[in-house]
């Protein structure tokens, strides 16, 4: 049994120590908002937090999690409220497809904990997620934005 | 299959065709075949009136629009929603989009094969479609009905707008019977009907029952474009909430009591089979249930993804080549510079001699251009889902036909068509590769194995980026001949594997004596539609080939272009060069690069402002776009779509290259294939270039002269000419091939 705290919860997990988060995340526990693109940890669309750092799930073995805490996209929204950075993702108009927006919300939600008012530098070292989409523009605006807010 | 083409432009083709010309009539909606009975039983709901094919009103106002096509990040289901808005006057709060039904109700297929075989006389509502610039859409429309289907998305788009000017007059036919006036004194303003002589009015959605007893005529007037209050405002998009919190649905999210999943792989020569595969290793790993063999392709299913991958990994699949096993990159490149060198073409265009100019030009420039295979590498890998049980399938999946693969899906289930409930579900981008319904199959492939259970299939990225259905590879021979005063007069282009309609050869300068020509056969992987088409190629080949030619007349390469180009293009060209301040200084050590390019009826200039690193690299600090498509209906989508389309674009100029060795795609999955991230992706500004022009497509455009336009800077910088894509293959110091490359 593996034990994994997400969003708060516990949960226990009857799978191997090698099984990816994300695959845990999405099949096991249904928590599909983390996303699958490359599984390599090439394209950040799986990004989760773990102790407040943006992991890329897809290689994170969930043995290797051990007591960390978990929070994935399904844990920003609190009721019918947006989280500050979910906030300016909509008021950018930034998801295209969307297929990424999990990823690099949790990577932004990750860089304006550390670093609440981050510089242009500061996005580009630590949004390395892909947007397929190139909705780059968007969501480099929608950090600031959130920063502000 | 040319559904992606048509899809993310048809709205605003469709609108354009009839706003340009102002206030034209609305025939479409009352056209005799009509596919409204069927549109009630499939969407039809209690408390509610579907007064069209395509629009539902309820009690409460709220107006449910069935858009046939699938979302996949273009915006285009709000386009058409405000589009229904704007012609039915309603307030876009009440505003909701449903993809449609993959019902042949839907697809309005024999619209289109009327207008095609001209058997309908659709008053000049269509007359703008048959002119739009060309015969393209047309063409397209034709060529989806042989496909099967997308005309779905075609049709539909082009009786959407017309359709809401058709509820809108129900709804005061409605209004000036229960209030005994005449039709013309009815007026109406977002959402509430009004007749002022007698100060009533009415909600719409208190008509809609009402308004549904009517039948429209075939005469209505389209709204001119100064009377637009929706259309052209940025307005946000009805599907982004769902995209910020995790709730989207694609076709990998789909959770299902008892599903189980699958992992596939393909043989890895398309077109190649499968011989033989011992099923022992991966049956006996944990939770895996079965095996499943077919002709190409051998899937695990097991209890979840990961041990159904894990477990495919422990097979060795033995396969059999076939015709393809030999096919080579190298091979082909070869054919392909023979093929341009030779004298077998095709011609696509011609004017004057071009022959005879080029050898009395006072100048002559030539050059040879390459440009390799790309994969189209959405961010979502495919994934799909079903189930067969009971004689009956229901399919999950995302696809950019999906009445089409509903028949195919059907087929291959051997299920009745009436017997298959199909989900289009959203698409985590599309670009051209979801227009191909293969990874849809395997889902029923599986599902006929599982004994009733639902399963979903998904493809790893390498599954995907080794097979796609690639963008052609290419060479380009072009030469120019200029005149003593330094006009070109004399162009050639000769070019292999053309893949897109004639007209997108067609050179976009007025020379006197051009030819364009081609010679096809000589690329056999695999090709589908990638973002822009043939368009990617021409729109690096010949604007690089255009900076040449003004280097060698002397001439800035924006001066030389202007000389050369019509009107619209001008104020396009101008409008760029004003906003990316062309003609001061760049900042020390870098230098800027222009291209101009029109495709799906917009033109746009763009201007890359590059430096190159210590790494020998290209950097993109800032791209300037400049736009006319003629009108926009939601402007600031319309800006992150050309932005997008940059984006993409630059990912193939510097990384993009897929190479074939043994008929095997050599590249994976992003390490190896990369892409454009934050830290590389350029400042962008775009600019909207008003215009009485036809309307213009935006998902596309963006795309074709990026390429060109970062080459030309890289130029206008080290004086190195790069005639070759993916520019990481250069040390652009020296403008040195890498030999690692
Ligand atoms: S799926 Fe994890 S980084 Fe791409
Ligand atoms: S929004 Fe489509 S990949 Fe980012």
Redesign the pocket.
């Given at each position: 049994m593996i034990s994994l705290t997400i969003n708060g919860a516990s949960h226990a997990l009857d799978v191997e120590e090698d099984m990816p988060l994300l695959w845990a995340l999405r099949d096991v526990l249904n928590l599909t908002g983390s996303k699958y693109g490359c599984g390599v940890g090439a394209c950040g669309a799986c990004t989760v937090l773990i102790n407040g750092q943006a992991v890329r799930s897809c290689s994170m073995p969930v043995g290797a999690v051990g007591g960390g805490r978990i929070e994935t996209i399904e844990s920003l929204k609190q009721g019918d409220t947006l989280s500050k950075v979910q906030q300016a993702w909509v008021e950018t108009q930034a998801?295209?497809?969307?297929?990424?927006?999990s990823g690099q919300i949790m990577a932004a939600t990750a860089l304006l904990r550390a670093k609440p008012r981050p510089t242009d530098a500061d996005i580009d070292a630590a949004m390395t997620n892909i947007?397929?989409?190139g909705?780059y523009e968007q969501i480099r605006a929608a950090i600031h934005r959130a920063a502000e807010a | 299959m040319a559904g992606f083409k048509v899809s993310r432009r048809l709205v605003l083709y469709s609108l354009g065709g009839v706003a340009a010309a102002g206030g034209l009539a609305v025939g479409i909606a009352a056209m005799p075949y009509s596919t409204l009975p069927r549109a009630r039983e499939l969407v039809g709901k209690d408390g509610e009136s579907v007064l069209r094919t395509w629009i539902r009103l309820g009690a409460d106002d709220a107006v449910t629009v069935f858009v046939p096509h699938v979302d996949f990040?273009q915006g285009s289901q709000t386009a058409v929603a405000m589009m229904v808005a704007e012609e039915m006057d309603a307030d876009w709060k009440h505003m909701r989009v449903e993809e449609a039904p993959a019902d042949a109700a839907f697809a309005n297929g024999a619209l289109v094969r009327n207008f095609l075989l001209g058997n309908v006389h659709v008053p000049q509502a269509l007359d703008g479609l048959a002119n739009f610039g060309s015969r393209r859409m047309a063409q397209n429309m034709g060529f989806q009905i042989t496909g099967g289907s997308s005309a779905v998305r075609g049709t539909g788009a082009v009786t959407l707008a017309p359709a809401g000017a058709a509820a809108r007059w129900m709804l005061r036919k409605a209004a000036a019977q229960a209030w005994g006036v005449p039709l013309e004194e009815v007026e109406t303003e977002a959402s509430v009907l009004h007749h002022r002589a007698s100060n009533r009015s009415a909600r719409y959605g208190q008509m809609a029952e009402a308004a549904a007893r009517h039948d429209p005529p075939g005469d209505l007037k389209l709204k001119e474009r100064a009377a637009y209050r929706i259309v052209g405002k940025t307005t946000p998009r009805l599907d982004l909430p769902a995209k910020v919190d995790g709730t989207a649905h694609y076709p990998h999210d789909l959770r299902l009591e008892g599903m189980l999943y699958a992992a596939a792989r393909q043989a890895p020569v398309i077109g190649g089979t499968l011989l033989d595969v011992d099923p022992a290793p991966a049956m006996a790993m944990r939770g895996v249930k079965k095996v499943v063999k077919t002709g190409d392709a051998v899937f695990v299913v097991a209890d979840n993804t990961w041990r159904a991958r894990v477990a495919l990994d422990a097979l060795e699949p033995r396969w059999n080549d076939g015709a393809n096993g030999q096919v080579s990159s190298g091979a082909i490149m070869e054919a392909m510079n023979r093929g341009v060198a030779g004298a077998e073409f095709k011609t696509d265009h011609e004017a004057g001699d071009a022959e005879t100019a080029l050898s009395g030009a006072a100048t002559k420039v030539e050059a040879l251009y390459t440009i390799p295979f790309l994969a189209h590498a959405p961010?979502a890998p495919p994934a799909m889902a079903a189930q067969i049980k009971d004689g009956a399938l229901e399919i999950w999946c995302a696809v950019q036909n999906p009445l089409g693969a509903m028949r195919e899906a059907a087929k291959r289930a051997g299920v009745k068509e009436d017997k298959v409930r199909f989900h289009n579900m959203l698409m985590?981008?599309g670009f051209g590769r979801g227009g191909f319904a293969d990874y849809a199959m395997h889902a029923v492939d599986v599902a006929k194995e599982t004994d009733g259970a639902p399963v979903q299939v998904s493809w790893t990225r390498e599954e995907d980026m080794t097979h796609d259905w690639y963008r052609q590879a290419s060479v380009a021979k072009l030469e120019g001949g200029l005149d003593a005063q330094g006009r070109l007069v004399a162009f050639r282009n000769s070019f292999s594997e053309r893949r897109d309609s004639a007209e997108v050869s067609a050179l976009q300068y007025e020379v006197p004596n051009h030819l364009i020509r081609y010679v096809n056969g000589l690329n056999p992987v695999r090709w589908g539609y990638w973002r822009s088409v043939d368009n990617t190629l021409h729109g690096f080949t010949v604007e690089c080939f255009m900076d040449e030619c003004a280097r060698a007349a002397g001439k800035d390469p924006a001066e030389f272009r202007r000389a050369h180009i019509s009107e619209r293009q001008r104020a396009v060209l101008d409008r760029v060069a004003e906003i990316s301040n062309w003609g001061s200084a760049p900042p020390e050590g870098r230098a800027r690069g222009i291209a101009l390019r029109e495709s799906f009826g917009t033109v746009v200039g763009q201007v890359a402002e590059v430096s190159v690193g210590d790494n020998g690299q290209v950097r993109v600090h800032h791209v300037w776009s400049a736009a006319d498509a003629g009108l926009v209906v939601n402007p600031g989508n319309f800006i992150s779509q050309i932005e997008g389309g940059v984006i993409f674009g630059l990912s193939a100029a510097l990384y993009g290259e897929i190479s074939v060795e043994n008929g095997r795609v050599r590249e994976q999955n992003f390490p190896d294939y990369d892409m454009v991230r934050m830290a590389e992706a350029p400042r962008q500004t775009v600019s909207i270039v008003e215009s009485a022009s036809r309307i213009g497509g935006g998902g596309e455009p963006g795309t074709p002269a990026i390429a060109a336009a970062v080459a030309n800077g890289v130029f206008a910088l080290t004086g190195h000419r790069v005639r070759e894509l993916p520019l990481r293959h250069f040390d652009l110091r020296s403008g040195a091939r890498r030999a690692s490359a």
């Amino acid at each position: 049994m593996i034990s994994l705290t997400i969003n708060g919860a516990s949960h226990a997990l009857d799978v191997e120590e090698d099984m990816p988060l994300l695959w845990a995340l999405r099949d096991v526990l249904n928590l599909t908002g983390s996303k699958y693109g490359c599984g390599v940890g090439a394209c950040g669309a799986c990004t989760v937090l773990i102790n407040g750092q943006a992991v890329r799930s897809c290689s994170m073995p969930v043995g290797a999690v051990g007591g960390g805490r978990i929070e994935t996209i399904e844990s920003l929204k609190q009721g019918d409220t947006l989280s500050k950075v979910q906030q300016a993702w909509v008021e950018t108009q930034a998801p295209q497809c969307g297929y990424c927006q999990s990823g690099q919300i949790m990577a932004a939600t990750a860089l304006l904990r550390a670093k609440p008012r981050p510089t242009d530098a500061d996005i580009d070292a630590a949004m390395t997620n892909i947007c397929r989409c190139g909705a780059y523009e968007q969501i480099r605006a929608a950090i600031h934005r959130a920063a502000e807010a | 299959m040319a559904g992606f083409k048509v899809s993310r432009r048809l709205v605003l083709y469709s609108l354009g065709g009839v706003a340009a010309a102002g206030g034209l009539a609305v025939g479409i909606a009352a056209m005799p075949y009509s596919t409204l009975p069927r549109a009630r039983e499939l969407v039809g709901k209690d408390g509610e009136s579907v007064l069209r094919t395509w629009i539902r009103l309820g009690a409460d106002d709220a107006v449910t629009v069935f858009v046939p096509h699938v979302d996949f990040g273009q915006g285009s289901q709000t386009a058409v929603a405000m589009m229904v808005a704007e012609e039915m006057d309603a307030d876009w709060k009440h505003m909701r989009v449903e993809e449609a039904p993959a019902d042949a109700a839907f697809a309005n297929g024999a619209l289109v094969r009327n207008f095609l075989l001209g058997n309908v006389h659709v008053p000049q509502a269509l007359d703008g479609l048959a002119n739009f610039g060309s015969r393209r859409m047309a063409q397209n429309m034709g060529f989806q009905i042989t496909g099967g289907s997308s005309a779905v998305r075609g049709t539909g788009a082009v009786t959407l707008a017309p359709a809401g000017a058709a509820a809108r007059w129900m709804l005061r036919k409605a209004a000036a019977q229960a209030w005994g006036v005449p039709l013309e004194e009815v007026e109406t303003e977002a959402s509430v009907l009004h007749h002022r002589a007698s100060n009533r009015s009415a909600r719409y959605g208190q008509m809609a029952e009402a308004a549904a007893r009517h039948d429209p005529p075939g005469d209505l007037k389209l709204k001119e474009r100064a009377a637009y209050r929706i259309v052209g405002k940025t307005t946000p998009r009805l599907d982004l909430p769902a995209k910020v919190d995790g709730t989207a649905h694609y076709p990998h999210d789909l959770r299902l009591e008892g599903m189980l999943y699958a992992a596939a792989r393909q043989a890895p020569v398309i077109g190649g089979t499968l011989l033989d595969v011992d099923p022992a290793p991966a049956m006996a790993m944990r939770g895996v249930k079965k095996v499943v063999k077919t002709g190409d392709a051998v899937f695990v299913v097991a209890d979840n993804t990961w041990r159904a991958r894990v477990a495919l990994d422990a097979l060795e699949p033995r396969w059999n080549d076939g015709a393809n096993g030999q096919v080579s990159s190298g091979a082909i490149m070869e054919a392909m510079n023979r093929g341009v060198a030779g004298a077998e073409f095709k011609t696509d265009h011609e004017a004057g001699d071009a022959e005879t100019a080029l050898s009395g030009a006072a100048t002559k420039v030539e050059a040879l251009y390459t440009i390799p295979f790309l994969a189209h590498a959405p961010m979502a890998p495919p994934a799909m889902a079903a189930q067969i049980k009971d004689g009956a399938l229901e399919i999950w999946c995302a696809v950019q036909n999906p009445l089409g693969a509903m028949r195919e899906a059907a087929k291959r289930a051997g299920v009745k068509e009436d017997k298959v409930r199909f989900h289009n579900m959203l698409m985590g981008g599309g670009f051209g590769r979801g227009g191909f319904a293969d990874y849809a199959m395997h889902a029923v492939d599986v599902a006929k194995e599982t004994d009733g259970a639902p399963v979903q299939v998904s493809w790893t990225r390498e599954e995907d980026m080794t097979h796609d259905w690639y963008r052609q590879a290419s060479v380009a021979k072009l030469e120019g001949g200029l005149d003593a005063q330094g006009r070109l007069v004399a162009f050639r282009n000769s070019f292999s594997e053309r893949r897109d309609s004639a007209e997108v050869s067609a050179l976009q300068y007025e020379v006197p004596n051009h030819l364009i020509r081609y010679v096809n056969g000589l690329n056999p992987v695999r090709w589908g539609y990638w973002r822009s088409v043939d368009n990617t190629l021409h729109g690096f080949t010949v604007e690089c080939f255009m900076d040449e030619c003004a280097r060698a007349a002397g001439k800035d390469p924006a001066e030389f272009r202007r000389a050369h180009i019509s009107e619209r293009q001008r104020a396009v060209l101008d409008r760029v060069a004003e906003i990316s301040n062309w003609g001061s200084a760049p900042p020390e050590g870098r230098a800027r690069g222009i291209a101009l390019r029109e495709s799906f009826g917009t033109v746009v200039g763009q201007v890359a402002e590059v430096s190159v690193g210590d790494n020998g690299q290209v950097r993109v600090h800032h791209v300037w776009s400049a736009a006319d498509a003629g009108l926009v209906v939601n402007p600031g989508n319309f800006i992150s779509q050309i932005e997008g389309g940059v984006i993409f674009g630059l990912s193939a100029a510097l990384y993009g290259e897929i190479s074939v060795e043994n008929g095997r795609v050599r590249e994976q999955n992003f390490p190896d294939y990369d892409m454009v991230r934050m830290a590389e992706a350029p400042r962008q500004t775009v600019s909207i270039v008003e215009s009485a022009s036809r309307i213009g497509g935006g998902g596309e455009p963006g795309t074709p002269a990026i390429a060109a336009a970062v080459a030309n800077g890289v130029f206008a910088l080290t004086g190195h000419r790069v005639r070759e894509l993916p520019l990481r293959h250069f040390d652009l110091r020296s403008g040195a091939r890498r030999a690692s490359a």
